[in-house]
């Protein structure tokens, strides 16, 4: 599957399966936006919620777009910041409040009161200019009663309806025709109710008219149950629930086994930190006999090891030696966060990209 869009008359090609970096604030912790591509890098996710607060969606749209901003031509998708907001939210109440029209929650950097409406998370996202848009869905804890999940649900298509002629609007406001205007992601919810599931797609496909649709439809909320094993049954029923013809994005699934198999239930797009956030924290990813394995540089173990990570691996990684990375990283050298992330990022791409 692939996902097009035709910026100044060219066309832009995503083949999917394919991983996406998270870069939150506009940037990829500890690599420069110049480094993405040799390592394979073709879209990049940021965080609507995060860039709203900081520097601000006008300020980027002043700069020329996400693209213009970060110096970035891959494709840019943009989060709709919602599992960050709830996330917060659920966690403090006292730092805001979710309610039918929006999310009033405390601005972390100022302590200011915001308000986030689903019409303003669209409004944003434009104004950011990525080539891939999330809608704000209403996102609750995996262990709450299904009585708040299904409201989760109802609400989550309330928002979708209001968000879908925000977009409409924003599109002939700024001359988007069907091939330049950025895709759509609608998020379906339901915690871990199959039927909650099914009525949260049903809910959202029934927006869908021949002037308009979703190009693609991602999993709402955690993945994980309270165990922290990933939700199987879920994960695979509401694969089922999306047509053939949209792209399946696994909002922040990432750990190699999960991804596997997401995969295997036609999930094709994933964003996720691990790769880059587990770098900063010493651990490499590498292939053993086609599968994706782990170790710790940090580990005492690597002090007088001088082979290397992975003698194949063309991102720059071979250069050095186990035991020179080890000893940045005691020395606390920020060198080596962008030797091992640039690493992590090449293995990463090719396992969900199957170019083992
Ligand atoms: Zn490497």
């Not at 891939?132 to 999940?149: A, C, F, Q, S």
């Not at 989760?152 to 091939?179: C, H, M, P, S, Y």
């Not at 994933?270 to 880059?276: A, H, Y």
Request: hydrophobic residues 40%; glycine residues 8%.
């Amino acid at each position: 599957m692939q996902i097009k869009r035709k910026i100044n008359g060219e066309e832009k090609v995503l083949k999917l399966p394919n991983f996406a970096p998270d870069a939150t604030r506009a940037g990829v912790k500890a690599l420069p936006t110049s480094e993405l591509k040799g390592v394979g890098v073709e879209a990049l996710v940021v965080n609507t919620y995060h860039l709203m607060l900081k520097p601000g969606a006008d300020l980027i749209e002043k700069a020329g777009g996400i693209h213009k901003f970060m110096s970035w031509d891959g494709w840019a998708i943009s989060d709709s910041g919602g599992y960050q907001v709830f996330s917060l939210v659920h966690r403090n109440p006292e730092l805001g409040k979710v309610l039918d029209d929006g999310v009033r929650f405390k601005n972390v950097y100022n302590g200011d009161w915001e308000f986030l409406t689903p019409e303003d998370s669209i409004k944003i996202q434009m104004k950011l200019g990525t080539d891939i848009m999330v809608l704000l869905d209403d996102v609750r804890p995996t262990d709450r009663d299904k009585g708040e999940m299904k409201d989760a649900v109802l609400r989550t298509i309330e928002w979708a309806k209001l968000q879908k002629q925000v977009f409409l609007d924003e599109l002939e406001k700024r001359g988007l025709d069907d091939e330049s205007r950025p895709k759509l992601v609608a998020v379906i919810q339901g915690g871990p109710f199959e039927d909650l599931r099914a009525l949260c797609a049903e809910g959202l496909l029934a927006l869908e008219d021949e002037n308009f649709r979703f190009d693609g439809f991602g999993f709402g909320g955690n993945h994980l149950d309270a165990d922290g094993n990933l939700m199987e049954n879920i994960l695979q029923v509401t694969a089922t629930l999306i047509p053939d013809d949209r792209f399946k994005f696994a909002l922040g699934i990432g750990r190699p086994r999960d991804i596997e198999v997401a995969k295997s239930f036609g999930w094709n797009l994933f964003d996720c930190t691990i790769p880059t956030r587990e770098a900063r924290h010493g651990k490499v990813f590498f292939f053993e006999q086609g599968e994706l394995a782990s170790e710790n540089l940090k580990n005492a173990k690597f002090r007088k090891d001088f082979s290397k990570i992975d003698e194949t691996c063309d991102c720059g990684c071979n250069t050095y030696s186990k035991a020179y990375l080890h000893h940045l990283i005691n020395v606390k050298d920020p060198a080596v966060y962008m030797i091992l992330e640039k690493h992590n990022l090449k293995v990463y791409t090719r396992f969900v990209k199957n170019d083992k």
